[in-house]
């Protein structure tokens, strides 16, 4: 993900090594924490904020995932900085989430299988280069995306994730 632009930030929720970039990031700013259940929300938001205390749970033996520790979404009002260039003062904002174990896709708006591209910005650079302009980047000859992922350029496992959602979107038709 940083190769193509977006903020990584690794943080060790028992130590707190690599917390305060997150702070960084997230002071003045109104920040939801979001994720599937037992993936660390909150044992995240108490290494980065321990005054918050918040409740956390065991990832569940039998069936490998989290339990549903917080049961509803709470914003804690954390701290205020000045904003020197607007002469006013911004407060930070974090939101503790209800973990969840699917995502419905359905319910949200629909991204045409010949627009998916847009959406993994690594690709532009090099979909401009495919011999045809409608390439989908899935088997058709000289696709300068599927070159860039065999050369490494573009992480396989994006790729994957590209040929997966466009497989979803081709099986649905326009109308539905």
Not at 76 to 102: C, M, N, Q, W
Not at 161 to 173: D, F, I, M, N, V
């Amino acid at each position: 993900y940083r190769s193509i632009g977006i903020r990584v930030c690794m943080v060790n929720n028992l130590t707190g090594e690599g917390a305060e970039p997150v702070r960084e990031f997230i002071n003045g700013r109104v920040t939801a924490f979001i994720g599937n259940s037992g993936v660390g929300k909150s044992s995240l938001m108490n290494s980065l904020f321990p005054q918050l205390g918040l409740e956390t749970g065991i990832i569940s033996k039998k069936l490998g995932r989290g339990k549903h520790t917080t049961r509803q979404a709470q914003l804690y009002r954390l701290s205020t900085r000045k904003v020197e260039f607007l002469k006013i003062g911004a407060h930070t904002y974090v939101a503790d989430t209800p973990g969840f174990s699917t995502v419905d896709t359905e319910r949200y708006c629909r991204i045409p299988a010949g627009e998916l591209d847009n959406s993994f910005r690594e690709f532009a650079k090099f979909a401009e280069k495919c011999r045809f302009a409608d390439c989908a980047h899935i088997k058709e000859k000289d696709c300068a995306v599927r070159a860039a992922v065999a050369d490494g350029t573009i992480a396989p496992s994006r790729y994957e994730s590209y040929c997966a959602l466009h497989e979803q979107l081709g099986a649905r038709p326009d109308w539905a």
